[in-house]
């Protein structure tokens, strides 16, 4: 199988297809008259910022999340002017009115954010669209209930310069039945917090709390809106949180659909005799005579050099054997027992070749590495096309 023409060593693949049969389970999952929003930081978990927002808005997402300034205004770039965008994380004080000014929202846990953004959005005369994170347990980020009282003041004192978007959380595990009680005393104290928000005479329009965990395990914590990650891209996220899923179902199959694929392709063959060392070092010796496969994607391009002497990808039709050290930007293949092997060939790195699959789970625990370490740790500059 010839390799699909690419400028680039390699190429990532999205399938629309894909894309909208996982929004439909979700669509399907969430209780009616809760929101989703799609959450595309870490460059939408390597699938694509700038691909990813308009297929999803194509399936009827139009509110994203993501975490830093930098991917807010990757959204901003691509989306339809009635989609929304939340910053759940980091900007810099000086792009307060960059924010401000394009109706951002963006979420609020230190009382300082918030004096700083009210008093600007007074000065412009606009509205901070913001959403009040507030520490349930998670000891991360958000407010804690000795700070409100400073938070209401502000509220107060500057009521014509915000709409209170969302009063939110986020859950401290919510994939693995460890935390179960955990989440339970978050969940308690996060309701106990948005009712003290509703005594003060303060209305959120919108609660939320559940990532995608959260919203297959603890359906009743749904609220308002759904933070759905890594379960639109086609992966559970945890072995927990699938098995909780087909436990309560009578068909057991997985009903996701991977979204992407990692192709590259054979840029030269070669034959290594017996008793020669293959790529650097001495860690792979031949023991017989080889025909070895040179593949122009190495550990810059995200193929990690944990792999080495142990990864797998598919040539023809076949899992075949990475050997040798993975170099910056080439890896090895065994394919002494294919016939025919040719420069151009199609290498799958992650995803389906005839009736053989790399998984990203397969590809994970061979790296040990997280489905979301992984994707995540894709490079930018790999070119990214949609498929069918």
């Known amino acids: 199988m010839r390799a699909t023409a690419s400028h680039t060593p390699s190429v990532i693949e999205l399938s629309s297809e894909a894309i909208a049969h996982n929004l439909r389970f979700i669509k399907r999952f969430v209780r009616k008259n809760v929101r989703i929003s799609s959450v595309v930081k870490g460059n939408a978990y390597g699938h694509g ?64 954010r918030l004096l700083e953004a009210l008093q600007l959005a007074d000065l412009l005369g606009v509205k901070a669209r913001i959403h009040i994170e507030l520490e349930t347990g998670m000891n991360r980020t958000g407010l804690g209930p000795f700070e409100l009282n400073e938070i209401w003041t502000l509220m107060h004192d500057y009521k ?7 009063l939110c959380t986020h859950l ?39 990532s995608s965990a959260a919203t297959i395990v603890y359906p009743a914590f ?21 098995i909780h899923y087909v ?57 990690s050099r944990s792999l080495s002497n142990s990864g797998r990808i598919l040539i023809h039709g076949q899992r075949v054997s990475v050997i040798g050290m993975i170099n910056m930007n080439m890896l090895i293949a065994d394919v002494t ?4 092997v040719v420069v151009g060939d199609e290498v799958v790195l992650i995803g389906q070749q005839d009736d053989q699959v ?17 994707l995540t740790r894709l490079p930018g500059g790999i070119m990214r096309r949609l498929t069918p």
């Not at 086609?234 to 699938?242: D, L, Q």
Request: hydrophobic content about 45%; charged content about 25%.
């Open 172 to 210: 401290a595990g919510a994939e693995s039945i460890a935390n179960h009680v955990r989440i339970q005393r978050q969940i308690k104290r996060f309701r106990l917090m948005t009712g003290l928000f509703k005594e003060h005479g303060f209305q959120a329009r919108t609660l939320h709390a559940a």
């Open 222 to 242: 749904q609220f308002d809106m759904v933070r759905v990650g890594i379960l639109q891209y086609g992966y559970w996220p945890s072995k927990e949180t699938f």
């Open 247 to 303: 436990s309560r179902r009578k068909k057991k199959h997985d009903p996701l659909d991977r979204i992407i694929s990692w192709k590259s392709c054979i840029m030269a063959v070669k034959r290594v005799r017996q008793g020669e060392f293959v790529s650097y070092g001495t860690t792979y010796l031949a023991t017989e005579d080889k025909t070895i496969a040179i593949v122009p994607t190495g550990y810059s391009h995200g193929y």
């Open 160 to 166: 014509h310069a915000y709409v209170l978007e969302g």
């Open 337 to 340: 027992f294919l016939n025919d």
């Open 358 to 374: 790399i998984s990203v789970a397969s590809f994970s625990e061979l790296s040990n590495q997280l489905n979301y370490e992984l």
């Open 49 to 112: 910022i700038e691909l990813y927002v308009p297929a999803a808005e194509k399936c009827g997402i139009a509110h994203f999340s993501v975490f830093s300034l930098d991917e807010a205004a990757r959204v901003l770039a691509v989306k339809q002017a009635e989609t929304s965008v939340m910053i759940m994380g980091w900007i810099p004080v000086e792009r307060l009115q960059w924010v401000l000014e394009n109706e951002i929202e963006f979420w609020v846990f230190e009382a300082e």
